[in-house]
């Protein structure tokens, strides 16, 4: 190939067509930044100097002069709503949904915005009636979802039992287990009316959504010992045995006092000792100690807590062991025994709680749901021992 004097023109030109394209590029940033509002630039400096306060007040500055600016709308009243601005955040959410020049979309995300603000606020009814506005449509399922909560926060146990089933329709995970302890709720309610039917339909119900429910076998265990029905009592609580053994130390004391009225007491420590065997259990062990102490007198106690201590050592057992071993000594036991049994059960006594597994929240009595972090069935139905 040979070389022409015009190849000479091409660098040239591709220098001159770069510089034109950089012109361009430039002069339309600055047109674009010429647009937004100096307030905008104001609030980005004061967000990169570490001064958020200022920062907000410069984009709501923004925000005031340029309605559009939807999206920045939006940041700033969740903003507010997780600085817990509610006030602020309120009225941000209330102004985008009033504007009449909004799309359908822009609408129902500010309402949806601004009954969360309501929900976090407290103010339960306003926040329920903007979520009512949305339970069909595009947030459909967190607005049931939010007035689920409400429902239950409010223990609205038969609106929150209608709620979940069309949470369910939606396609949302399977609701029976909570489905369950609201039907428990309303037996246990229909309990302390003395309105019997009604608790027992409702147990039914509770069954009927969860068949492995451990509060619903508890409950119908209570219904039958209430009515005097013993044995039934009895063969409700033992259905622990097969659906959820775990909860076993939270009927232990029920069902040996039910065996011990009905003079059953070896069946009462049989059963008991059969837990006992099948699953290690502080609370377990103290109801048989207890049982045993009674029945079989102080030595027999003591002898099954070493047993314990030997296959389990727990300080709850050893707390038992020493009770039982200055019982049996009586006035020829040591001052420092009687000591040394007093700091243990103190040592017990104080950390002798239920515990929740999702938020650690600590009571001296069970629940089913967490007061805390008021999920189900998340505190476990086991003492523990002091860490
Ligand atoms: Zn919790």
Not at 123 to 149: P, W
Not at 289 to 297: D, Y
Request: charged share 30%; hydrophobic share 45%; glycine share 4%.
């Amino acid at each position: 190939m040979e070389f022409e004097v015009w190849y000479l023109l091409v660098i040239p030109l591709f220098f001159g067509l770069g510089w034109v394209a950089a012109r361009i590029d430039i002069r339309h940033v600055i047109e674009e930044s010429r647009a937004v509002p100096r307030s905008y630039f104001k609030g980005l400096n004061y967000l990169l100097s570490e001064q958020p306060d200022k920062a907000i007040e410069a984009f709501l500055e923004v925000a005031r002069m340029d309605p559009d600016t939807l999206e920045l709308h939006f940041a700033l009243g969740a903003l507010f709503r997780r600085r817990g601005e509610l006030d602020r955040a309120i009225r941000i959410h209330q102004n985008v949904a009033d504007r009449a020049d909004l799309s359908q979309e822009h609408r129902l995300k500010a309402l949806y915005e601004l009954g969360e603000d309501f929900l976090k606020a407290g103010l339960l009814d306003r926040a329920e009636a903007v979520f009512r506005k949305l339970e069909t449509g595009t947030h459909a399922r967190e607005s049931l979802r939010n007035i689920l909560e409400i429902q239950v926060l409010t223990k609205d146990w038969r609106e929150a039992i209608v709620t979940a089933a069309r949470l369910e329709k939606l396609g949302c995970p399977a609701q029976n287990a909570d489905t369950a302890h609201y039907y428990c709720e309303l037996a246990l309610a229909a309990m302390l009316k003395g309105d019997e039917q009604a608790a027992r339909a409702d147990l039914d119900n509770a069954l009927r959504e969860n068949k492995r429910s451990a509060r619903a076998w508890i409950l119908l265990g209570d219904l039958e010992a209430k009515a005097g029905a013993d044995d039934a009592a009895i063969a409700a609580w033992r259905q622990l045995e097969e659906v959820n053994p775990a909860y076993l130390p939270i009927v232990a004391e029920r069902l040996t006092q039910a065996m011990l009225r009905n003079d059953r007491q070896a069946a009462a420590i049989e059963l008991l000792m059969d837990y006992l065997q099948r699953r290690p259990s502080p609370d377990l062990l103290h109801y048989l100690f207890q049982t045993v102490a009674q029945a079989r007198g102080w030595d027999a106690a003591r002898q099954l807590a070493a047993d314990e201590l030997k296959r389990h050592p727990s300080l709850r057992a050893l707390d038992d062991y020493l009770q039982a071993s200055n019982a049996v000594r009586q006035a020829d036991g040591s001052v420092e025994d009687r000591v040394a049994q007093d700091l243990v059960h103190r040592q017990v006594s104080r950390g002798d709680y239920f515990q929740c597994g999702g938020c650690g929240f600590k009571a001296r009595q069970y629940f089913w749901q967490c007061p805390a972090c008021a999920r189900w069935e998340s505190i476990a139905p086991e003492r523990q021992e002091l860490d």
